[in-house]
């Protein structure tokens, strides 16, 4: 769609601040806000007007911060002593009188609230949600609650990469002007094209007079409804102002809800002066300070670091944040969307090469620009999803957006112990193997059981001279029956093929496993008698006896089958 703008057709541009703050939300959303007073509550908007994603400090003689008010950090208020006691959140007594519902959340932290004894945060019908705890006089609901502030954690990078695109440009180049900014010393003049939709201004100084004084803001030739972009690059910046007023009579005023500062570099921020400073603003380094002395400042206020709202020190008070929405239409500085792709690990035996289900990874991103994974403190990596069993094919998959990652094994397959090393990666993402992902094969070793052999030796009943050609079958005991079974529907195990004594009568049954055996004596030497029961045993194998083994004599009595004693001479 074009827009006709002064009788030239320009595109239309339609993106809004990140996260949809700006605009009023519902509420009850007046058609027009009213100028600032202190008249009856004209309306409800339940979005944020003041976002901080340092610490929100009161100061000073500052006043109130009419709107929704969120900190990821703390809410820290000691104002001077001999002063208002008060600072008001939410419903401010002068203002734009378009307060949050009651009820609502007028005032969320993601850190402490701390008020100085003998003063007074009021905010009224409002609730306080403080994730940290709360000291001090709170007027309103205190609400204490730990993820208090989860829900808006993402504005702060999402704000912070917008500021910078608004400023630099999607790709880094520079956000071109349509106008021009040029410092009098008397005041600032920000000249516009008169046709573009969005007149940006790029301003590389403060907006001070002669020696740091107050100057007038000015802007020219804005066409009707469009929206202006101001932004003021540097590592610091200072506007120091006696322009804007109280009713909406004055040019600048018109332009409040078009219009916003953009500070996305300054480490400090400094708005001071005497004016009622009109339009939003922005300020997106994360580790930045902006101090407000300003008596009024009319529009969001949004800084992804932190807030002191005080006083000048030579003087004066009743320093106010009135809420009144951004409508205006900026550069679509949304990112693409992520791309994503497969992170796997892979199960195996080490020994056989046998894929190995029923283990259990976590998996991991590296979020905190720290080598290697970290799983606790406050400076952890981040966990992605729940724990993950590999699957039949020994896998554990994970579909995420690029970056690098860490599997960590936190339990081993039944019958394997942990592996030495638990942690794997890191494994690399990025757009060039998006498609086929990133993998990484780990391995379990089963423990070595130890084993035994079972050393038998035949010998003349009468002489305790070896016997060869006596022949035996070793049984495992397996099915829990005492004694030994060979047959049946749950007999007892047979180990190897059997076994002939050699000339010294011995027979030898290597690296068995642990556990009790038998011997059953199937074939007698030429001339000897089998005995009446050719089964022997429990012998047990054991951890203990693993080494040396379980020697075992038996012997054979002389004497022709069925002619003999038969009692097998044991």
Not at 192 to 211: E, I, K, Y
């Amino acid at each position: 769609m074009a827009l006709a703008i002064m009788g030239t057709a320009v595109p239309a541009v339609a993106a809004p601040l990140p996260g949809g703050l700006g605009p009023c939300l519902p509420g009850d959303c007046p058609a027009v806000y009213p100028q600032v007073s202190n008249g009856p509550i004209a309306g409800r908007d339940d979005n944020i007007n003041v976002f901080v994603g340092g610490d929100f400090r009161v100061r000073g003689r500052a006043a109130e911060a009419e709107g929704k008010v969120v900190t990821l950090g703390s809410f820290d208020m000691e104002k001077v002593s001999g002063v208002s006691r008060l600072y008001n959140i939410g419903v401010a007594g002068v203002g734009s009188r378009v307060p949050p519902s009651p009820g609502t959340d007028w005032l969320t932290t993601g850190g402490a609230v701390r008020i100085a004894p003998d003063q007074i945060l009021d905010a009224e019908a409002g609730v306080v949600r403080h994730a940290g705890p709360a000291t001090g006089t709170i007027r309103g609901r205190n609400t204490l609650d730990p993820n208090a502030a989860q829900p808006y954690e993402r504005l702060r990078d999402e704000l912070a990469t917008a500021s910078r695109c608004y400023a630099h440009g999607a790709d880094g180049q520079g956000r071109p002007a349509t106008g021009t900014a040029r410092n009098t010393m008397a005041e600032t003049l920000f000249t516009g094209d008169g046709t573009s939709r969005l007149q940006v201004f790029n301003v590389d100084f403060d907006l001070v007079g002669r020696d740091g004084a107050q100057q007038g803001v000015r802007f020219l030739n804005i066409p009707p409804e469009a929206t202006i972009l101001v932004n003021l690059t540097g590592p610091a910046r200072v506007i120091n102002t006696f322009s804007g007023g109280l009713t909406d009579d004055t040019p600048l005023n018109r332009l409040r809800e078009r219009l916003l500062w953009n500070f996305p570099d300054a480490a400090t921020v400094e708005l001071k002066g005497t004016g009622q400073f009109q339009g939003s603003i922005l300020a997106g380094n994360r580790a930045g300070e902006t101090t407000v002395t300003l008596p009024g400042i009319n529009g969001r206020f949004l800084t992804t670091g932190s807030l002191t709202h005080t006083s000048a020190a030579t003087g004066g008070g009743g320093q106010e944040i009135h809420a009144y929405p951004f409508n205006g239409d900026l550069p679509d500085c949304a990112p693409p969307p992520p791309t994503r792709g497969n992170v796997t690990v892979v199960k195996k035996d080490a020994q056989s090469g046998n894929v190995l289900p029923g283990a259990r990874f976590q998996l991991w991103r590296e979020t905190n620009d720290v080598a290697g994974l970290q799983t606790a403190g406050d400076g952890r990596d981040t966990p992605v999803g729940g724990v993950c069993t590999t699957d039949a094919k020994g896998e554990c998959r994970s579909t995420v957006e690029t970056g690098t990652y860490y599997w960590q094994e936190t339990r081993p397959p039944a019958g394997y112990p942990a592996p030495a090393t638990t942690v794997f990666g890191p494994l690399t993402l990025t757009a060039a193997n998006a498609a086929q992902g990133v993998s990484v094969t780990v391995t379990n070793t089963k423990p070595v059981e130890p084993t035994g052999t079972v050393h038998l030796v035949k010998q003349n009943a009468k002489t305790k001279h070896p016997l060869q050609g006596a022949v035996f079958e070793l049984w495992r005991e397996t099915n829990g029956v005492t004694g030994l079974q060979t047959t049946g529907t749950r007999p007892d195990t047979r180990v190897g093929t059997g076994c002939a004594t050699d000339r010294q009568g011995r027979c030898t049954f290597p690296n068995q496993p642990l556990g009790t055996y038998y011997l059953r004596e199937t074939a007698v030497p030429e001339g000897y008698v089998m005995p009446k029961n050719p089964v022997s045993g429990p012998y047990a194998l054991t951890a203990a006896n693993a080494t040396a083994g379980v020697k075992v004599t038996l012997k054979n009595a002389p004497g022709e089958p069925g002619k003999g004693k038969g009692d097998g001479g044991r």
